[in-house]
């Protein structure tokens, strides 16, 4: 397979995957980028169009998967606004009590893990997302590069 594309097909090809790394720079680089590239070269390389379309796809499946998450996390948070504006949640009402200065940490009465552990736990799977997303990326730069073609996992078929 490697021996019918040319150096430049596999070169745009990585760099279009490549260029998803851009987000990290320019806002929404991830997009603009390889579209930018697969778009001028997709006609005339069938190697590129393919590739293009998996790292736009993917792109777009991981963008759609962080708001899902996100999205998760939401009603948590709605619960616990009720609790935040309560007077009595960050202990102002003791201010005035410098002379009677008791540090003891009571575990039935931390409020916040309540809402800790939901945007813990949205948190990593946030930080998951992440790591697929380079982790694919760089797989796909390497092997397109090595002429291979590429289909990432986790992915909707968007752009067919």
């Known amino acids: 397979m490697a021996a019918t594309l040319t150096k430049h097909e596999r070169n745009l090809a990585a760099i279009i995957h490549a ?36 790292a736009l796809n993917f792109q777009i499946s991981m963008l759609l998967y962080a708001i899902l998450v996100g999205l998760i996390s939401i009603p948590f948070f ?22 009677n200065l008791d540090i ?4 039935d009465n931390f409020r916040l893990g309540r809402w800790l552990w939901p945007a813990g736990i949205t948190g990593l799977l946030q930080a998951g997302l992440i790591v697929i997303n380079v982790v694919y990326t760089i797989l796909a730069t390497i092997r397109t590069n090595e002429g291979q073609y590429f ?10």
């Open 19 to 54: 260029s998803t790394f851009s987000k990290y720079i320019i806002p929404f680089g991830n997009f603009i980028l390889p579209l930018i590239l697969w778009t001028a070269n997709k006609k005339e390389l069938s190697f590129v169009d393919h590739n293009g379309k998996q």
């Open 78 to 99: 709605i619960g616990f606004l009720p609790e935040l504006f309560d007077g009595n949640f960050f202990g102002f009402e003791r201010l005035s009590d410098y002379n």
């Open 104 to 107: 003891h940490i009571n575990s």
């Open 151 to 160: 289909e990432y996992p986790f992915t909707i078929k968007f752009i067919k």
